[in-house]
């Protein structure tokens, strides 16, 4: 039911069972497990294909396995559900080959704490069941008594339809910068407007992961309500779980129907939404909902264009409204952005201070996103508590190397790589899209198709239809056969590396 649907079976994994009954150091048991959880992966990988593999199992994470049961957890209620009824028996046996785990696989939702607040308490009812997964739990899909409810601690604030909110994630608290400036306009304006005017219908809103577009669409669900309207938001793990709730219960009145009622929808990560079903009915969902007049915002890590696994009509309806990217956080809103944490930890804990040069310089090292400088503001805090240092430059240094070396390379878009690569070579973007294959335009596509394999997420086929509709075969062909002339052509070699770091740059 959708008023329960945040009602999840939180589980505070640090306080799980402990690998030290295991008799192992901790760090080397833990060094093992994941060795052998690797192998899982890839055995899934094999047996499913990568589309499945990242759709279900990209964010199945290992615990620890005890006494026989490998303990995994996953973000999401849904997706707990989800593996339990298609993929238990296949987890099992492919843990009890790999992981020291005859007695199969318990699955259980992780705490996700921000900003280091402690997990929430585990509470009886709550703890993860240890599971023979050859039995594997019925489905719950019926939502667990309200008692189970996590507290809604002071930050959380809830929508119409009992999802919770971050509270924290404000208009207010939302630093503007050249790069979201156009995002945070157009949010403000939906927020502030009258109900039953939608300004951009919908408003999509799109960027790489950590550039804030959930804190942006959280404001504008937060400020919304604060003008009078009811606000449904969901993330798309809820959506979909919602809607498969909704059809065990056959009773249920479809989304649309229970939505009628709100003024404004908001969907954070659409590019998840799943399924046949599913798709319909968020499709439905959406029209039903622009017909009438209602505010819907999405919020994505891509362009609607690219939603490669989202049925071309829904698309086509995402993009009828106002596109806007959240571009890359240059140096100045890292700053701003980084200090705006620091002092809400300084009110927290008034012994800990930080110079402006210390978070300039780490504001400068974490060229990534904000959910790296939320982890560096918090490694800092770690630091200066526990050894009870002034934080200087060293000390900041060494709590964020760890971030600073495993930083991601910027996002790199297939049309980026096509255009760059077309330029290099003196060959339009069509002739690369095109199906003629002369040696000139030849060489340059499959260049292209290397660099979409190397340095963007996609699939080789989705990235064959990116190129004018082709076979995952041609772009296999096409990698393999780069990979091996840079291996043999050391101008090759360079010249690809060229435009890699021109694009990563
Ligand atoms: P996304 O949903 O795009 O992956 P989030 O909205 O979760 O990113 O942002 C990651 C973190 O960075 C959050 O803690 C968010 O508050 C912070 N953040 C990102 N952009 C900004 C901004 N412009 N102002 C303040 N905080 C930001
Ligand atoms: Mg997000």
Known sequence: MLEQIETGDFVDVASGPSVAKLGLGKGAAAAAEKESWDRVRRRLRAELG?????????????????EGVAHLTVPTRFLKSWLEAHYAERLRAHCTAELDAPHGVSLSVRQVARDGAEPRPESPAQRPRITDARAPAAVNVEAAPAAAMPPASEHDVMDACGTVLDRRMSFQSFVVGKSNALAFAAAERIAAA????????????????????THLIQAIAQDARQHGKRVAYFTADRFMYGFVAALKSQTALAFKEKLRGIDLLIVD??????????????????????????????????????????????????????????GELDEGLRVKILGSRLEALQAAHPTFQVNPDVTTYVARAVATNGRDLDGAANRILAHATLTGATVTMETA????????????????????????????YNVSRADILSERRTAAVVKPRQIAMYLAKALTPRSLPEIGRRFGGRDHTTVLHAVRKIEKAIGEDRLLHDEVDLLKRMLQE
Request: proline share 4%.
């Open 50 to 66: 990568e589309d499945v593999f990242s759709s279900w199992f990209a964010r199945v994470e290992i615990c620890a396995v005890v």
């Open 194 to 213: 009258p109900a039953g005017s939608a300004p951009y219908n919908p408003l999509y809103i799109h960027a790489g992961v950590g550039l804030g577009k």
């Open 269 to 326: 990560d659409v590019q998840f939404i799943q399924g046949r079903s599913i798709q319909q009915e968020f499709g439905h969902t959406i029209n039903a909902l622009i017909d009438a007049g209602k505010q819907i915002v999405v919020a994505a890590d891509r362009l609607p264009g690219d939603l490669e696994t989202m049925e071309e009509r829904i698309r086509s309806r995402l993009a009828g409204g106002l596109a806007v990217e959240i």
């Open 397 to 424: 240094e060494a709590a964020i190397r760890d971030l600073v070396r495993t930083r991601e390379p910027r996002r790199v878009k297939i049309e980026e790589i096509q255009k760059l690569v077309a330029t290099r």
